[in-house]
């Protein structure tokens, strides 16, 4: 019997190598390290003259640039080196001025022809990059709990309207209470809040003679409350990231209450965390005349430090939610202020309030969402506590000269760097809950670029070993087996680029470790041949029973392998992931090249001639 | 070529007793002296910071000390010039970015970030849940292939084959006080699928003898099987170890751990796969009538 393929297996095995070899081809590009510019405001555009601009500064500042382009998505400038870029990053910033967006970036370098057909190289992780990444919670209970404040006052003032008479409001554990002397006041002034905010259950009691109307959430509008909190946060912090100009960030929920932002190439973290985490906003007031007093007026410091108070309305006019543009820049003075433009709702509601207040005086109070955690003992094990509070404080108080529009300036800020992420803040949004960290990843980008140096280095070497070895003990064979470990790197390599996987130094260790367990599958079969020569079948005969007998020996085994693989991807993160993802892939690349790669081979080599004495 | 012919199954009872003193030296490890795990699982906080010139450990001690960091542990990491600071549960989010500036504004010698991390207590033990679930799940799921693919002997042979496997190279690592991370985890369930290929191999050639040789008794049988798989179990884990080899060699520090237990994992679970559950399947009175059916007519009996 001859071994033979027919022509069109050959034909298939080339077109699959020669797509793998393609897509696996622009790996081999290095990424330039790049400066990304866009913008986010609708009166600037990066431009022709933008570039230019950005030239002529990197010109004086002696800083080689490799290209500057223009981009569907703004420009790109391409330096030589990483120092280079770094360098050039604050020159840039500084030369197109607030309205652009400046981010590190790395971009491919990929022949035009190439990225046409959809080729690109693979996405490396953040260990290989270099970057952040955070792990944020959304703190529901406090989204709860603002929701529950803000319900109290709607409450308390239709309530009012309608004269029922109630003596207090008050909040704990979740639970709204209500507190009447008269049943009868009990009764109306339930069936009046449950017409108005059906998404309460309401229980009733008596206690020391008084009345009490609870009112809790439904499950359904705990359910719809947190989900609005988490995709609203969603949201914003997607709009913070773009604001901090990081180019291809990730935002992304994780599971019911998190969210993971991964930040690559941003190395001040300090900055990113403050921006991501901030929760500040802002909130105008008007101060409370000598003669208001009671429940209505609070007490609030200046920020300044200087230890003064006023006394304000807790009514508030607007929030900062209804900011609509912010920027930072200096006053007559010099002094840091925000510029602000109004909604149209927020400045119709400025103009109402004010138009009445001519000559009172109105308060910018700065807010401050903030958490801390402690750790306490309880019943022998550490546990976290999280208390949120806010923090408020007033940074203006100013008289109304005139009534009040669509748009003005704030002053009274500490300094450059604080006016400027306000503005940035509030053109951003704030967040509809807290948020806290819950994990942080920092990579420098030594780190990163050292990493894929020795994950490099030790896939060429493990190579090589396992090449030689084979060489030495198959010998001709060890040669189809070497070509097939080759073939398997390519089209593993291509995988990735298509699928858009992610590198990680983990998953350049699985690649390594595919090698080792890819050759498996031939060494079966190989030794199959072995023993049916040994046993004195016929070449030809052995190569055929070889190659079938091994092979649902390598099904199963590869089979439970890849059912690991697949569990490891679902429970892993982050690295871990990458492991899994260069695992799996490499299985079922080493299955078709170690069976169908190496069966052409030895085809194409002993297939034609009878009883040739086979080189194994 | 010659097929070995080493009477493993003779050496079983010694075998199986060394395996059996392996495991309760592990699990009396992990009971006394647990695991160390990494930040990854306890969570707390971690930077990792590179020296020009080689520090003295003492000196980054104090520094660290007359700051205000008190219980922090200060290690040299892969080379002297890089320094590993770790800092335990009750810190806030901003301490990495804190320890990173006291470090820096002291002295002219320069030193930059190479990473830092924070895991927060809550997230470390679900991860480390996560892990542990991942690993019962990937056990059910191989325990119900292989009852499948083969029958249930053959099952829950390799599945204790595997928890063995598992067993002792945890045993290993809290014998030797090795840190355990999400890569370490990573790297078991590797192991778990390695060694279950392997395992796989010698069963299907068990079962494809109980096919052929129909005169040979249980025991015989099993002996040949793990000679004629011989060649090809020892070629594959020795291809594999060069290449963790390497990886352990130069991969670098952060996959350092991931190696040394892919390595540790492999060596036993080659030897569990030639020892372990060919063993286990004699004890369980492996037969022929497991994989091959019983003749017709007794089935008809049942039949209504």
Sequence with gaps: MLNKYPLWKYLLILLVLALGLLYAFPNLYPDDPALQLSTQK??????????????????????????????????????????????????????????????????PTTPEWLSSLGAGPAKLGLDLRGGVHFLLEVDTPAALKQRLEVSASEMKAILRKDRVRYRSVDIEDGVLSVRFLQSGDLS?????????????????????????LDVTFTEAAKKEIEAYALQQNLTTLRNRVNELGVAEP???RQGSNRIVVELPGVQDTAAAKRIIGATANLEFHLEAGLEDNGADIETLTFRDGSGRTARLERDIIITGDSVSD????????????????LDGKGGRQMSKVTRSAVGRNMAVVFIEHKSRSRFVETDGKMEEVRRSYSEKGIISLATIQTTLGNSFRITGLDSPRESSELALLLRAGALAAPIYFVEERTIGPSLGAENIKL?????????????????????????????????????????????????????????????????????????????????????????????????????????TTLLVAVILFAVGTGPVKGFAVTLSLGILTSMFTAIVVTRAQVNLVYGGRKNKKLYI | MKVTNIPFMAMRKIVAAFSVALILISLGSLATKGLQFGLDFTGGTLIEVAYKEAPKLDDVRELLGQNGYSDVVVQNFGSTTDVVVRMANAY???????????????GSNEVTLQRSEFVGAQVGEELREQGGLGML?????????????????????????????????????????????????????????????????????????????????????????????????????????????????????????????????????????????????LAMDVKREDLIPAPKEELEDDLP
């Design chain 1, 250 to 252: 990730l935002v992304q």
């Design chain 1, 326 to 341: 912010a920027s930072s820049s200096f006053d007559e003075n010099g002094r840091p202020q925000v510029n602000i433009s």
């Design chain 1, 42 to 107: 609708a009166t600037a555009v990066v431009d022709e003259q933008a570039l230019l601009r950005a030239k002529n500064a990197l010109a004086t500042a002696n800083i080689e640039l490799k290209e500057a382009e223009l981009t569907s998505a703004g420009g790109t400038l391409r330096f030589n080196s990483g120092e280079d870029q770094l360098a050039a990053k604050p020159i840039v910033a500084a030369a197109l001025g607030d309205d652009f967006v400046t981010a590190l970036n790395l971009v």
């Design chain 1, 188 to 212: 109306s002034a339930e069936a009046l809040l449950k017409g108005e905010f059906p998404e309460y259950r309401y229980a009733t009691r008596q206690e020391a003679g008084e009345f009490y």
């Design chain 2, 137 to 281: 799940l990937a056990l059910a799921i191989v325990m119900i292939y292989v009852a499948v693919r083969f029958q249930f002997k053959f099952s829950l042979a390799s599945v204790i084959a595997l928890i063995h496997d598992v067993i002792i190279t945890l045993g290993f690592f809290s014998l030797f006080e090795v840190e355990f991370d999400l890569t370490v985890l990573a790297a078991l369930l590797a192991v778990v699928g390695y060694s279950l290929n392997d395992t796989i191999v010698v069963c299907d050639r068990i079962r494809e003898n109980f096919r052929i040789m129909r005169d040979t008794t249980p025991y015989d049988l099993v002996n040949d099987s793990i000679n004629q798989t011989l060649d090809r179990t020892l070629i594959t884990s020795m291809t594999t170890l060069f290449v963790l080899v390497v990886l352990f060699f130069l991969g670098g520090e952060a996959i350092h751990n991931f190696s040394m237990a892919l390595l540790v994992g492999i060596i036993i679970g080659t030897y569990s796969s030639i020892f372990v559950a060919a063993n286990l399947l």
């Design chain 2, 92 to 106: 806030t989010p901003t301490l990495g970015d804190e320890v990173l500036s006291t470090l820096q504004n002291h």
């Design chain 1, 455 to 559: 994950g490099i280095n030790s896939a060429q070497i493990g190579l090589l070993v396992v090449m030689l070895f084979m060489l030495i003990y198959y010998k001709v064979f060890g040669i189809f087996a070497n070509v097939s470990l080759a073939l398997n790197i390519i089209l593993l390599m291509a995988c990735m680029s298509i699928l858009g996987a992610t590198l990680t130094l983990p998953g350049i260790a699985g690649i390594v470790l595919t090698m080792g367990m890819a050759v498996d599958a031939n060494v079966l079969i190989f030794s199959r041949i072995r023993e049916e020569l040994a046993s004195g079948m016929p070449s030809q005969q052995a190569i055929h029973s070889g190659f079938n007998r091994a092979f649902t020996t390598i099904l199963d085994a590869n089979i």
